[in-house]
T-cell receptor
Framework: GESVGLHLPTLSVQEGDNSIINCAYSNSASDYFIWYKQESGKGPQFIIDIRSNMDKRQGQRVTVLLNKTVKHLSLQIAATQPGDSAVYFCAERVTGRRALTFGSGTRLQVQP | EAQVTQNPRYLITVTGKKLTVTCSQNMNHEYMSWYRQDPGLGLRQIYYSMNVEVTDKGDVPEGYKVSRKEKRNFPLILESPSPNQTSLYFC????????????FGSGTQLSVL
């Protein structure tokens, strides 16, 4: 079946560095993608989203890049801070479906 | 403050003892859904609701029931819990649809012994 996956289960970065979290998707019919952040003991929080008619979208310290040719999504976090430590996962929506399909997540660890 | 509220936060029960996890949202969202989160499997949709009195099965509905009698509330019912329902559960709501930006509750950690 179709799935959303992540390249790395754990990413460790130094405080102040930029972080890049990757996500591969397999369904070419996906038209909408979201990145969520989940801190320990909390529910997922929306970070940023992007529709398939876009290649890039920027938020505050975060950028999402979408490469439809290779079905790849990435989340870039600028100047990573200790408060960014969390599990990040992407989600996709296949056109016409009434649900998001979630990846299993990447844990981001920020070293002081 | 706009939020999705789940209760209880933690629950330990025994096999077969009926339980209900409550969910309430104060954002006047039409769309609500329940997910379970298990290690390595990500979030999987259990049930969803498009509006009052309109509910439907998600990807993993077996062993669960829901109801949507009011717009703000969407309880999850386990009539006869089993150990394989031990999981972390999240309620979510959305304004634009279940394939759009979801707002999640803080989660309910359920253990069925």
């Amino acid at each position: 079946g179709e799935s959303v996956g992540l390249h790395l289960p754990t990413l460790s970065v130094q405080e102040g560095d930029n972080s890049i979290i990757n996500c591969a998707y397999s369904n070419s019919a996906s038209d909408y993608f979201i990145w969520y952040k989940q801190e320990s003991g909390k529910g997922p929080q929306f970070i940023i989203d992007i529709r398939s008619n876009m290649d890039k979208r920027q938020g505050q310290r975060v950028t999402v890049l979408l490469n439809k040719t290779v079905k790849h999504l990435s989340l870039q976090i600028a100047a990573t801070q200790p408060g960014d430590s969390a599990v990040y996962f992407c989600a996709e929506r296949v056109t016409g479906r009434r649900a998001l399909t979630f990846g299993s997540g990447t844990r981001l660890q920020v070293q002081p | 403050e706009a939020q999705v509220t789940q209760n209880p936060r933690y629950l330990i029960t025994v096999t077969g003892k009926k339980l209900t996890v409550t969910c309430s949202q104060n954002m006047n969202h039409e769309y609500m859904s329940w997910y379970r989160q298990d290690p390595g499997l990500g979030l999987r949709q259990i049930y969803y609701s498009m509006n009052v009195e309109v509910t439907d099965k998600g990807d993993v509905p077996e062993g669960y029931k829901v109801s949507r009698k009011e717009k703000r509330n969407f309880p999850l019912i386990l009539e006869s819990p089993s150990p394989n329902q031990t999981s972390l559960y999240f309620c979510a709501s959305s304004l634009g649809g279940l394939g759009e930006k979801l707002f999640f509750g803080s989660g309910t950690q359920l253990s069925v012994l």
